[in-house]
């Protein structure tokens, strides 16, 4: 029996290391070997070169499996696939693990060498940082990410005085580049001071900046960097909240590191029973792990290519000089994995985790790519930020139909909060749906980015079936998924987004802003969020309709200005609230000219309604009828100003609504109303994220 097995073991073994499309790594490996099952290659890189050669012999008859068996495989630079790496629909290339085996492409370095500095503190050197090669922001000891020195160890300080200007004075987006402090929050004398970061929160925005000069006398910080606001707390004239980093004198709490940047001697205070002698230390290294780079200019893309069931873990990044990170939803950080030119390839449950940057970026030319069940967890930015030629660019630039379902992203914006969970750009045609996303410092989805209502590309993307919650708190000015500009054909529907905070305005569940047009929300369920579940800055013939609002702590649903057209079609929602305002802000109307089409014979018409409410359902279990308020009206002047003349104040009978179950029981008076219920259990990815057995 037993040579029957090894003989069956050995003709499998034959048959695997014959077949001409299978090649094969390991970290044992060796690139001087044939690739093959029993003499594996040792890099990525030497198993795309083989197989281009392999291309190079004659088209592909068959697909290209590269097999990657267990292990870490550490990467000094990102892996390059260009167009001549491209499989066919009927031969794709897929870089794979082996079967159950355990893949990390790791592009961070194990630092050793650790000596004991004093009875707290220890110590190493490294000498490519001593020589100006080397900087990293993030330490990981034993598979967690540990905090750089930092002054105060929890919370914030606070901006004394601001005098480069405020909302007030100057208006709120003035570049600025110092601020005054209390005496001894910022001191002249700390070590390496030009090394030292503070880190300011303020608005929509985490300003990072370097250190130029302190001066004790006028208590007054200047920065290497500008930032792009006023260092307030947001719109008010009170100072803004900063943290400073990379301080030697904050290494006062275990799990802080400090970096000195000129001598190159790493620093560390161990967390209670960590053994420095034996702790797996990494910094990142790599600035990235893959590029997908194709030539749209030439038609020539990137295609075909799958990777599936492998984990990417550290990259480093440092914003260069001058750059503040001031771009909004922190546009401007790098990718692990970037797309340029690619077409019709995946990445299928993947694993990206403590990354110093985003995880996904998908650039110029990137159309019919699919991002299916993988998991990005603890990242300093944001999950996939999707971009493309704008209006104005050649059209095989554009950005269009891909698909980002099925994703559990989690812990992101640890180091830049501003970043974004998914941000849709100038791109078009995009699938966002069965996504799981929480714990990040902002905004979970968003779409657009042309402000007002100026002509844009992003158009017909569909946001729906996606779990998003727990975010914000750090900064302003966010929601739980945020339009902007003009977007024909955008559907949002079937979302579930709860708990959104915000430091002080903006924790809105959808967020329609500036110059949202005629995008569709429907069969989205929203509740307990800072602010408004639905809110509107200034939008045109955006329709909401059967969606359930509900238990916002401040308001309930929200519009800011008031223009001379038809912001919103609000029907057949169910507004559901205990605290705060039903209709804030600016619910009134005022009278603008409508102008038919120039072969109408009426050719204009003055009109006063600039948005319709009709066939919803409200209700506040605290206040009687006659208790609510709609905007400054009454029920009763509400109505008489043409608004929710169908509509019923009733308690809609969730089954629990404090316990976030929104189904409505059969005797729903909602249902009278025409509401269609939906089911937001779906609302989630429908496969196991991350990497799977295969």
């Known amino acids: 029996m037993k040579l029957t097995l090894a003989l069956c073991a050995s003709a499998l073994a034959t048959a695997v290391t014959l077949h001409a499309s299978d090649f094969f790594v390991a970290p044992t490996g060796s690139d001087v070997n044939p690739g093959m099952a029993d003499r594996p290659f040792a890099t990525l890189e030497r198993a795309r ?19 990657m068996q ?17 499989g066919t629909a009927a031969c794709p290339i897929t870089y794979m693990a082996a079967g159950t085996e355990h893949v990390v492409l790791d592009g961070g370095r194990r630092i050793t060498g650790w000596k004991q500095h004093d009875a707290k503190l220890w110590v190493t050197d490294l000498l490519e940082v001593a020589h100006g090669q080397w900087r990293f922001r993030q330490l990981y000891v034993n598979g967690h990410q540990r905090t750089r020195a930092r002054i105060p160890n929890e919370g914030f300080l606070r901006v004394a005085a601001c005098p480069e200007g405020t909302p007030k ?7 600025c580049q110092s ?4 005496p001894g929050d910022i001191r002249p004398d700390w070590i390496n001071l030009s090394d030292v970061e503070v880190i300011v929160y303020h608005f929509r925005t985490d300003s990072h900046l370097p250190i130029q000069s302190v001066n004790v006398e006028s208590n007054l910080v200047t920065f290497a960097n500008k930032a792009s606001k006023v260092f307030t707390d947001d719109f008010s004239e009170d100072g803004a909240r900063y943290i400073v980093e990379n301080v030697f004198e904050g290494l006062d709490a275990p799990g802080e590191w400090y970096l000195n940047r000129r001598t190159g001697q790493l620093y560390y205070y161990p967390m209670p029973g960590e053994d420095m002698t034996k702790a797996e230390v990494v910094a990142p290294f790599a600035p990235a792990h893959l590029r997908l780079e194709g030539m749209p200019a030439e038609r020539r893309y990137v295609e075909h290519l799958l990777f599936r069931n492998l984990s990417f873990v550290h990259t480093r990044f440092e914003l260069p000089p001058g750059n503040s990170n001031g771009q909004q939803g922190s546009a401007g950080v790098p990718a692990a994995i970037t797309l340029r030119g690619a077409r019709r390839s995946a990445f299928e449950q993947c694993r990206l985790s403590s990354l110093g940057t985003f995880a996904f970026e998908l650039m110029a030319g990137c159309s019919e790519n699919r991002f299916v069940g993988n998991e990005i967890a603890n990242i300093a930015a944001g999950g996939f930020r999707v971009n493309g030629g704008t209006e104005r660019s050649p059209v095989w630039e554009r950005t269009r139909n891909n698909q980002i379902t099925d994703n ?25 749906a069965y996504n799981h996303i929480h714990n990040g410092g902002y905004t979970g989805i968003s779409i657009g980015w042309v402000w007002g209502y100026q002509r844009s590309v992003s158009q017909n993307n569909r946001i729906e079936y996606n779990h998003i919650h727990h975010i914000g708190g750090v900064l302003s000015d966010m929601g739980g998924i945020y339009t902007l500009g003009v977007s024909p054909g955008t559907v949002i529907r079937y979302n579930h987004i709860h708990d959104v905070d915000a430091n002080h305005y903006g924790g809105w569940g959808i967020y329609q802003d500036e110059g949202s047009t005629h995008l569709l929300v429907e069969n989205n369920l929203v509740h307990h969020t800072k602010f408004a579940p639905h809110n509107i800055h200034f939008a045109k013939e955006v329709t909401v309709r059967n969606n359930i609002f509900a238990l916002g702590k401040l308001e309930q649903v929200s519009r800011t200005r008031n223009e001379p057209h038809k912001s919103v079609f609000f ?24 102008h038919f089409h120039p072969k109408d014979a009426r050719g204009t018409a003055t009109v006063t309604n600039t948005f319709d409410c009709d066939w919803n359902l409200y209700f506040n279990p605290e206040l009687k009828l006659d208790q609510a308020k709609f905007g400054t009206n009454t029920w009763a002047e509400w109505q008489g100003r043409g608004k929710d003349v169908h509509s019923r104040y009733a308690d809609p009978l969730f089954v629990a609504p404090e316990e976030g179950d929104f189904r409505l029981k059969p005797e729903s008076p909602a249902f009278a109303l025409g509401f269609q219920p939906f089911d937001v259990n779906q609302a989630d990815p429908r496969i196991k994220t991350g990497p799977q057995p295969y």
Do not use: C
Not at 571 to 594: A, C, H, M, Q
């Open 49 to 67: 070169d083989a197989v281009r050669q392999l291309k190079q012999a004659g088209p592909l008859k068959e697909p290209v499996n590269v097999k």
């Open 70 to 86: 267990g292990g870490t495989y550490r990467l000094t630079r990102e892996v390059v696939f260009g167009p001549e790496d491209s």
């Open 169 to 175: 004075t100057t208006g709120y987006h003035k570049a």
């Open 179 to 182: 601020f005054q402090f209390k």
């Open 408 to 432: 559990w992203l989690r812990h992101y914006g640890l180091d830049y909060p501003s970043a974004v969970g998914v941000l849709l750009m100038n791109t078009e045609g995009n699938t966002v």
């Open 571 to 594: 029907e057949n929602n169910i507004v559901y609230w205990r605290e705060g305002e039903l209709f804030s802000k600016n619910w009134e109307d005022v009278p603008y000219t409508f």
